[in-house]
């Protein structure tokens, strides 16, 4: 049975000052993303949550909106402390990381006009945009194998592609877009999931 | 940009970070990346285009999680302040929702309705976030060089499983070595 995530009590009990080091010590090992260093933390290091918690965790954290990782810092140390500990995950995933890159902007402010400093952005920022790009084209393929059905797969691309031009290429306000896309791509998924079964989902 | 100027973009800078930070549903807020370029750099002015991916590009160099590239947005459009101020808008409002939730809803997210929510959202967080690679692209890959930089950056991170970090320090390298 997967534990409801409100109300189960976990077996062990951690203080909010242990989630803040553990929080903050993941947040700052995490290059290039959280999550994979999150995973290894939590489930395989310190063992507080099992692996099916963790994606229960993750599945609820990517439906809320905002960072993925600091809802789900807060929702796991919500878990083990109630609010002090929700409050101290979730400052642990995000204050040592957030002065880090201030520390690093103000220097950039402070060097920008050295060609040094503008040599390295350059190439870094050309790096960037393709780990971007190739993230969506990973989630993109991750959505084609989900979708068994031709039909079910042709408006999903459709829809992807409609938020991909006028939010990118057009440079429509997103809150606009999101507006139409939203309502209309949720009720094409409606009608194409399966109504529940009696038994088993 | 003077003490005057900054006071008085930093409340509509506050409340646009907030405000767009509640719609980044399904999986992160580098999604948001192709919004605020279009309102801070092309709306309002606030920043350069080439200030903006910089701190994209400084943002995910660092550890930590992705959403600081909008710490350095904040940075650049208003100082100190604006740093702190555009990271806590854009985390409080999830952090307060998430509580809510925590506390007060018990439900799973097995049912119909939730698996469509999270069904119907997703191919929109992938075109976004692809709109947020073409809008950075645009900027950052300004000759022949970067192009293929940002072409063989997608390939890498297709074929491998290489910790994205390594391939920022390696063009940071090639920028160096070939004066980008």
Known sequence: ?201 | MNADAEGSVLVPMLLYFALISLTAVGGGVLMLAPDIHRYAVDTQHWLTADQFVAAFAIAQAAPGPNVLYVTLVGLQVAGLTGAIGATIAVVMPTFFLTLLLVRFTPQRPAGRLSRAVKNGLAPISTGLLAGGGWVLARTADTGHTQVLLTVASVGVMMMTKLNPVWLIAIGAAIGVALQL
């Open chain 1, 1 to 201: 049975m997967t534990p409801d995530i409100s109300t189960d009590s976990p077996a062990i009990s951690i203080r909010w000052p242990t989630l803040f080091v553990a929080f903050s010590r993941m947040a700052l090992t995490g290059f290039g993303g959280v999550m994979p260093f999150a995973y290894h933390a939590l489930v395989v290091k310190r063992r507080w949550l099992t692996e099916r918690e963790f994606s229960h965790y993750l599945a609820f954290s990517q439906m809320l909106p905002g960072p993925t990782i600091c809802n789900m810092a807060v929702m796991i140390g919500w878990r083990y402390a109630r609010l002090r500990g929700a409050v101290a995950a979730f400052a642990g995933i995000l204050l040592g990381p957030m002065l880090l890159v201030l520390a690093l902007g103000i220097a950039y402010a402070r060097f920008a006009t050295q060609p040094v400093v503008r040599h390295v952005l350059v190439g870094m920022s050309a790096i960037a945009a393709g780990l971007v790009i190739a993230t969506a084209m990973k989630m993109a393929l991750g959505l084609s194998q989900a979708d068994a059905r031709w039909k079910q797969m042709a408006s999903t691309a459709l829809i992807g592609v409609a938020a991909f031009v006028g939010v990118g290429v057009m440079g429509w306000p997103l809150i606009e877009v999101a507006a139409v896309l939203a309502p209309l791509s949720i009720a094409l998924a409606w009608t194409q999931s399966e109504p529940p079964s009696s038994g088993q989902p």
